[in-house]
């Protein structure tokens, strides 16, 4: 049943309701989860928000197939044969045998589940919701974006402080918003700004345009003061590739030309910036790449001895936390030099999520992982193909797809956004965007 057919035909029907409910779930997601948090965990923010990110996804699952199943069941020979499930099949069969090898079984079930949430909305938001769904919902984002990225330019210049942090950390450490950690805050924020982008490049009043272009420059002022530097890479990779695909030969080398002298004047006169960037150049040329990378071969290091103990099938995923500690001192003892200036000795993330996953999957979660990602590519090819025939609209909605692909490609280098639910929910929705139908489901 598709459902753009059920609410032309039914429109009090059981059905109707129910994927009515699950879109108000997604809605939820993308304008309401930014914003939870609670100070009576120590956890306070990440968690909230994955916890509610999680149940509105089930819940949103649990609607779309309540009608199917009571309509004679799901048809699993057109489900196996959906690209999405061709994808991340092979891969999630490879990360649930940590429940069968993993020795960190009480860190691996909780991954575990997230992980299964995580493909499970993919497999079912592109099953059940057209490209036109996935498009509105993932230019909403815009929204909580601008008002996160104004609390946190408040914050930064001590103008309204609605969470207390201690003020010993740092102007940088104390933008947060309502991420609960600048890193989270400025990852958050790039695709919205990508949104922006692509909205600002279409043919609008130039009213909208004013407006387009404040929201615009509110986020990446956002980001620009959390310092995050791979972030800030990310965003001016994937933007050039939303200026190149939407504007002609001769514009686009305008255009590109006074980028480069703004993202220049930026970076010399915007204080937070400037002084992230100079302390990076001296502390490099003092300590080498460790310095640059803030002591991130720490952790890139245990990853890579955890994939050479466990090389077949890895740690388990989600694990990568419980065997840092053994293969820091493992490294130690073979006379392995560790960063001499970290301020935490433990590494929760790796701080790179490919390095991660290789150390939690093993060769056999490598090869999983590169099956879906080539697979992910295909399906982003034949999607783009699609939308670039449709005219203006449709090539700015695949230009999207394709810059936030990017710049989550990216950010994965030296962060974990995937690891974020602040962060990777919005990245499984436009996941979900390019193996999504046309027009519904069958």
């Known amino acids: 049943m598709k459902p753009g057919r059920a609410r032309a035909t039914d429109r009090a029907g059981p059905a109707v309701w129910a994927y009515r409910g699950a879109v108000l779930c997604l809605w939820l997601l993308v304008l309401a989860a930014p914003f939870v948090y609670t100070t009576a965990i120590r956890d306070g923010f990440r968690l909230p928000k994955l916890v509610l990110c999680e149940s509105l996804t089930l819940l949103s699952l649990l609607l779309l197939a309540a ?56 497999l079912g938001w592109s099953a059940m919701f057209d490209f036109a769904t996935h498009r509105r919902l993932i230019g909403a984002m815009a929204v909580p974006a601008v008002i996160m990225a104004a609390i946190g330019a408040l914050q930064y210049h001590n103008l309204f402080k609605p969470i207390a942090f201690d003020a010993s950390l740092g102007r940088r450490l104390a933008t947060t918003s309502f991420a609960g ?62 200026w190149v695909r939407m504007l002609p030969g001769r514009r686009t080398v305008a255009v590109l030309g ?63 936390r419980a065997e840092f500690a053994n293969a820091k001192i493992n490294l130690h003892h073979r006379g ?32 999983a992982a590169a099956w879906a990602a080539w697979r992910l590519g295909k399906g982003l090819r034949d999607q783009v193909r699609r939308l670039d025939t449709a005219g203006p609209a449709g090539r700015a909605d695949a230009t999207l797809l ?39 489901a069958a």
């Open 67 to 122: 009608p199917v199943c009571r309509s004679g069941g799901i048809d699993w020979r057109a489900t196996v044969r959906r690209p999405a499930f061709i994808a991340l099949a092979p891969l999630t069969s490879v990360v649930a045998t940590g429940l069968l090898t993993s020795p960190h079984q009480l860190h691996l079930r909780p991954a575990l589940f997230s992980f299964v949430v995580g493909v499970a909305a993919i």
């Open 181 to 242: 950690n600048p890193g989270d805050l400025a990852a958050f924020l790039v695709l919205p700004a990508l949104v922006l982008q692509v909205a600002l490049t279409r043919g609008r009043s130039k009213k909208a345009r004013a407006i387009l272009a404040m929201a615009l420059a509110l986020c990446v002022y956002g980001i620009v003061i959390t310092q995050t530097l791979t972030v800030v890479v990310a965003l001016l990779g994937a933007s050039l590739l939303v």
């Open 258 to 320: 006074v980028a480069a002298i703004v993202v220049a004047v930026a970076a010399i006169t915007t204080a937070p910036l400037r002084d992230r960037i100079l302390s990076k150049v001296e502390a490099t040329q003092v300590g080498g790449l460790d310095e640059l990378l803030s002591g991130r071969l720490d952790g890139w290091k245990t990853a890579l001895w955890m994939l050479g103990e466990h090389p077949l099938t890895g740690v388990g995923h989600g694990a990568y």
């Open 336 to 367: 392995e030099e560790f960063f001499v200036h970290q301020t935490q000795v433990f590494f929760a993330n790796a701080h790179n999520d490919y390095l991660e996953a290789a150390a939690e999957w093993g060769l056999l979660g490598i090869l």
């Open 402 to 440: 394709l810059a936030g692909l990017l710049a989550l490609a990216i950010m994965m280098l030296t962060n974990f956004p995937l690891r974020i639910a602040l962060v990777a929910y919005p990245y499984i929705l436009l996941t979900s965007a390019v193996f999504a139908d046309a027009e519904g």
